[in-house]
């Protein structure tokens, strides 16, 4: 057996366990579970392209189309931790700009 070292924030790692605890499992085992379904899933070769697909995989989808695509494969509470005022703070979470507040 391999042992394997990871760093993630301290954001992610809550995030992680509360999605093992919700599967009743622990960090680890749900990270080896998440690890072994993704290397069991099979990569079409460069050149070639899955069935009924083309090598960019979403010719013919709609832009709403490959947003749902998306968000379906996120895990459950993925977003949990965004900001609800990302819109108008974007400028404080991307460059560190102070935060608007609310006008009242």
């Not at 057996?1 to 993630?8: D, G, P």
């Not at 560190?96 to 006008?103: A, Y």
Request: overall charge negative; charged content about 35%.
């Amino acid at each position: 057996m391999v042992r394997v070292e990871l760093e993630i924030s301290d954001a992610e790692r809550e995030r992680f366990v509360r999605q093992a605890e919700r599967q009743g499992m622990t960090l680890d085992g749900w990270l080896v579970k998440i690890a072994r379904q993704h290397a069991a899933e099979p990569e079409a070769a460069d050149d070639e392209a899955p069935a009924g697909r083309t090598p960019s995989g979403n010719a013919g989808q709609s832009i709403l189309e490959m947003f749902d695509e998306i968000h379906r494969s996120m895990p459950e509470g993925a977003f949990d931790d965004l900001p609800t005022d990302g819109a108008r703070n974007y400028k404080h979470y991307l460059y560190g700009f102070p935060k608007e507040e609310d006008e009242q």
